[in-house]
Each structure stands twice: as C-alpha cells, then as structure tokens.
C-alpha cells in the first residue's frame, strides 16, 4: 500500500495513494492506523482523495481506526471522499458513524475545536 504520514502537533494526516480500498489493503491500512495510534497520536485526518472504490473489507478497517482513535477522547476524519465511496458510506449509514468532512482544511479545523470541546469537558469534570 502506497501512503504518506505527515504528524502534526495537534493530528496526524494519512493520505493513501491507491485507488482501491478493499480486501487487498485493509489489513495494512488496519496495522498502520493502529501503529499511529500506539505511537501516542489521539487524532487522525485520512485523506481519501485517492480513493475511488472501497468495499466492506475497506469499510472495516476505517471502523477499525475510528474505533481506536474514538477511545480515548481523540478523533478519527476523513477527508476529501470521492462520490462513488461517499455513496456507499450513505447507503451503509456509515455517514452517521464517522466524521466525514470536504477537505483537509476542513479537517484540521475539526480537530482543533473538538480539542477545544474536550478540553471544556475536563474542565467541567474537575
């Protein structure tokens, strides 16, 4: 699978350069979200751009990243769906699941005022 890490201070952009998100590439796509994770990064953009076809198998492994960067108060992105996949995301109701949004700048702002939200949160609790 051919990508690009690019880790900010407050996010990490992946941006995968395939054009297919299925059976073939889900399980890397699934070890290299979880290596970000591990590495201590709570929030993740992924820029789909590239992507023109996902099936299940794909679906999976961004519900596996979700998951991950969803537990501990961080946020999983994506960015820049292409329509055939933002089809298929409606249609599975995934649209409701994960945070899908038009572009990475449009990403990076979501990541900061959900940094912002988690951080009145704390504020709250204590």
Do not use: C, W
Not at 40 to 62: E, P, Q, V, W
Not at 97 to 122: C, L, M, P, R, T
């Amino acid at each position: 699978m051919k990508y690009a890490v690019d880790k900010k201070e407050q996010f990490v952009l992946f941006t995968i350069m395939e054009e297919k998100l299925d059976s073939t590439l889900s399980p890397q796509l699934k070890s290299e979200l979880l290596t970000v994770h591990a590495e201590g990064y709570k929030n993740l953009i992924l820029d789909m751009t590239s992507i023109k076809y996902a099936d299940s198998s794909g679906l999976s492994a961004l519900l596996v990243g979700n998951r991950a960067f969803g537990e501990e108060g961080g946020i999983f992105i994506l960015s820049s769906l292409q329509e055939h996949v933002l089809k298929l995301m409606k249609i599975s109701m995934l649209d409701k699941v994960f945070k899908v949004v038009e572009d990475n700048d449009a990403a990076a702002e979501a990541v900061f005022i959900h940094e912002i939200e988690q951080g009145a949160e704390k504020d709250e609790e204590e």
